[in-house]
């Protein structure tokens, strides 16, 4: 058995934690100190039959800004090799769903006697609130933000289908990216609508630009950026 604070891994592959799906990763925090019942049957968020790296780490810095983020008690989990994006999440235990965000991709499940899971950033969210959802039960995919990137109020409504594989290399090949956000991008007062494609390397923020803008790819309103529905934003773009 491997402990990290109150975070716990057997060998059944069972944890007792709050679960974040962090952008490409799946992020394990420890459990609130309230929770006063008896620990439920915790379940990894993950399908059965694939390989992840977990990590741990005390803090982040926001490469844009220096800031440092405390992440005590925290791990990450990492697909072994292949793509995160778009994987299954599923619900770590029964319960009852207290939040669905489908603009954040948050869900929050209680499972009773103060034990809680929360899931961050996916897309889409597959569950809305009140719903009772069983072990194992898909309640969302993993969102598709890319590593390195930096989102300072944005609004992200994520997808209306999952990006299959075979799409995915067929945009690709003609230069367009694929379905979310890509890596080392820096966004900033956005709003981004349904099934639209951000590139690698993209810069988006409505500083020192007027209060209304009408481009081919984008709009700005009262000092916000609007990315409108499958709209692309090609690699490399600065807006």
Request: with cysteine.
């Amino acid at each position: 058995m491997l402990q990290t604070g109150k975070t716990w891994f057997n060998d059944a592959g069972r944890v007792a934690a709050w679960v974040a799906i962090v952008a490409v990763a799946l992020g394990l925090v420890g459990l609130p100190a309230h929770a006063s019942g008896a620990r439920p049957d915790f379940l990894l968020p993950v399908p059965c039959g694939s390989t992840w790296r977990l990590s741990t780490y005390d803090s982040w810095t926001d490469p844009s800004t220096g800031k440092v983020y405390y992440h005590k008690e925290a791990v990450d989990l990492n697909l072994a090799s292949g793509e995160d994006r778009g994987l299954r999440v599923l619900a770590a235990a029964g319960g009852t769903v207290t939040l669905a965000n489908a603009s954040t991709g948050a869900v929050t499940i209680d499972h009773g006697a103060g034990w809680v899971t929360k899931y961050l950033h996916m897309s889409p969210v597959a569950v809305s609130q009140g719903q009772t959802v069983v072990p194992g039960q898909r309640i969302g995919n993993v969102g598709s933000v890319g590593v390195g990137t930096v989102l300072n109020r944005v609004i992200l409504l994520g997808s209306d289908y999952y990006e299959s594989l075979e799409s995915i290399r067929a945009h690709e090949q003609i230069g367009r990216p694929r379905i979310g956000i890509g890596t080392n991008c820096r966004i900033q007062n956005t709003i981004v609508d349904k099934n639209a494609r951000i590139g690698d390397n993209v810069v988006i923020s409505p500083d020192g630009k007027p209060e209304k803008v009408d481009h081919a790819n984008y709009y700005i309103r009262d000092g916000i950026v609007i990315i409108p529905k499958n709209g692309v934003i090609p690699h490399g773009t600065v807006i």
